[in-house]
């Protein structure tokens, strides 16, 4: 038995892998169906925390671009803070949409410091961070995405497709294969436990390669 976890955009939807023999129709129209996008998301780590006052507490704020052109760039932050607030102090903001084409061609460095000059435009005393981390998942040659999403043409079965068997040797899971939580880590996670219960009930050896 096989499982395939491989990503939908990067991998199964550009034949950057070859299965022999092929995959049934059934499977690679589904695949195909699947709609693929990708966000971005920076979190920085900072000594203090300057913005729990001004947003009264909340968890989240949000930020109205100022062009079309920044659509997409920065528009929340998530306060990931302890529940006691007692730090680590750590922002979280995405980049999506229009935006995704500027993180393509920018470093996280420069990513950091846009994002620093649109916080000190709302909040004072601004320190730098302490450390970050922006993710990459368009240039990962091994994800080139990081959800799914239904897309033109395609319907709720098709997450059921995807999820399905092939011959009962080639297996399935990943966000992409589970209808309820799909785009989620959950999804994913639970997807796995599925297919190694699929397996096992075959009675497949429990040899692991």
């Known amino acids: 038995?096989?499982?395939?976890?491989?990503s939908t955009g990067a991998i199964l939807q550009s034949n950057d892998v070859t299965f022999t023999p092929a995959l049934p129709d059934w499977k690679s129209y589904c695949i195909?169906?699947?709609?693929?996008?990708?966000?971005?998301?920076?979190?920085?780590?900072?000594?203090?925390?300057f913005w729990s006052d001004k947003v009264k507490g909340s968890e989240f704020f949000g930020h109205v671009p100022s062009t079309e052109e920044l659509r997409g760039m920065f528009t929340i932050f998530y306060d990931i803070n302890t529940p006691n607030k007692k730090?680590?102090?750590?922002?979280?903001?995405?980049?999506?949409?229009?935006?995704?084409?500027?993180?393509?061609?920018?470093?996280?460095?420069?990513?950091?410091?846009?994002?620093?000059?649109l916080l000190r435009s709302m909040f004072q005393d601004v320190p730098n961070p302490d450390d970050y981390w922006v993710t990459n998942w368009s240039r990962?040659?091994?994800?080139?995405?990081?959800?799914?999403?239904?897309?033109?043409?395609?319907m709720g079965k098709d997450y059921d497709q995807m999820a399905a068997d092939v011959e009962e040797k080639v297996f399935f899971a990943g966000?992409?294969?589970?209808?309820?939580?799909?785009?989620?880590?959950?999804?994913?996670?639970?997807?796995?436990?599925?297919?190694?219960?699929?397996?096992?009930?075959?009675?497949?050896?429990?040899t692991c390669y």
């Not at 959950?186 to 997807?191: D, K, N, V, W």
């Open 32 to 49: 195909q169906r699947m709609g693929v996008g990708c966000i971005e998301k920076i979190a920085m780590k900072f000594p203090k925390n």
């Open 87 to 117: 730090g680590p102090h750590v922002l979280m903001s995405v980049i999506c949409g229009d935006a995704m084409s500027y993180r393509k061609e920018t470093s996280s460095s420069n990513i950091v410091n846009n994002c620093l000059s």
């Open 140 to 154: 990962d040659r091994f994800s080139k995405m990081s959800y799914s999403y239904m897309g033109l043409g395609s």
């Open 175 to 206: 966000e992409a294969t589970n209808r309820r939580f799909p785009q989620t880590v959950t999804g994913a996670y639970l997807s796995g436990i599925r297919e190694a219960c699929k397996i096992v009930e075959r009675g497949y050896s429990s």
């Open 1 to 6: 038995a096989v499982v395939s976890t491989q």
